[in-house]
C-alpha cells in the first residue's frame, strides 16, 4: 500500500449508524493492515478498529466493542468501518490508515499511510 483515502462520515443523531470507508492504493500486496483511528479535539488520536488483509483478523479498542465492525474487500481493496449505536463521544475526525506489515499495533506512529479523515459527528 502507498495511499488510502476514506470516505463517508457525516452528522447523526445518538443510536444511528454510519459506515465510513478506505480504499487503498498504490503497490500492493496481501500483507498490511488497515487501521482506524479517531481524534477528538484537545486528545490523542486513538486506534479503534484494525484489520489484517491477507488472513484477517482484527483488533477492537474497547469503548467499540460490539457496536463497530471492521471489514474489508480484498478484490476492491477497500475497507470499511460500520459504525452501529453511535454515541455522542464517538464523535472526532476519523482516519484510515495503513502500515505495511502484517502485524496490528495500537500506535499511529507505526502506521505510515494516512487518508486525509472525515468528521462524525453524534448528536445527542
Known amino acids: 500500500v502507498q495511499a488510502v483515502a476514506e470516505s463517508g462520515g457525516g452528522l447523526v443523531q445518538a443510536g444511528g449508524s454510519l459506515r465510513l470507508s478506505c480504499a487503498a492504493s498504490g503497490r500492493t500486496n496481501s500483507a498490511f493492515v488497515m487501521g482506524w483511528f479517531r481524534q477528538a479535539p484537545g486528545m490523542e488520536r486513538e486506534l479503534v478498529a484494525a484489520?489484517?488483509?491477507?488472513?484477517?483478523?482484527?483488533y477492537y479498542a474497547d469503548s467499540v466493542k460490539g457496536r463497530f465492525i471492521i471489514s474489508r474487500d480484498a478484490a476492491k481493496l477497500t475497507g470499511y468501518l460500520q459504525m452501529n449505536n453511535l454515541k455522542p463521544e464517538d464523535t472526532a475526525v476519523y482516519y484510515c490508515?495503513?502500515?505495511?506489515?502484517?502485524?496490528?499495533?495500537?500506535?499511529?506512529?507505526?502506521?505510515?499511510?494516512w487518508g486525509q479523515g472525515t468528521q462524525v459527528t453524534v448528536s445527542s
Open positions: 490508515a495503513a502500515r505495511n506489515r502484517e502485524m496490528i499495533v495500537t500506535t499511529a506512529a507505526g502506521y505510515y499511510y
Open positions: 484489520i489484517t488483509w491477507s488472513n484477517p483478523t482484527t
